[in-house]
């Protein structure tokens, strides 16, 4: 796995932060779910090992949507977990890319 992912998403993060002036909650929203996410997947990941209940994959995928996909991609490199199922995978980069769209709208229009 690439973090290019990542390496690409800081970059526009930095660039809306310093070119266009997004207000730092921005960034701390992304780090807030980011790190709620990958506590998730990994609960999740430690209940699939005891075969207890496990989260609900909408709800990894919507916390991935509101901003803790970051978060996700690295749960899933770290944890490997959710790496082979192809279509939560497929889901998974549909998240991620309405995510960034609704970012770059959120940037433009607080620019």
């Known amino acids: ?3 290019a992912p990542l390496l690409l998403f800081l970059a526009l993060y ?14 701390l929203a992304y780090v807030l779910a980011s790190g709620a996410c990958f506590a998730l997947y ?10 207890d209940r496990r989260t609900a994959e909408r709800n990894l995928l919507l ?15 770290w944890l490997r977990h959710k790496t082979v199922k192809m279509p ?14 609704g970012f770059c709208v959120l940037a433009r229009a607080l620019a």
Do not use: I
Not at 14 to 27: K, M
Not at 42 to 51: N, T, V
């Open 1 to 3: 796995m690439t973090y």
């Open 14 to 27: 930095a660039y809306a932060a310093l070119a266009l002036g997004l207000p730092s909650a921005v960034g």
């Open 63 to 77: 916390l991935g949507l509101a901003g803790g996909w970051p978060g996700a991609l690295l749960a899933q490199q």
């Open 88 to 101: 939560f995978r497929y889901l998974f980069w549909l998240t991620v890319g309405a995510n960034l769209a």
């Open 42 to 51: 990994a609960r999740d990941k430690a209940a699939a090992r005891r075969g």
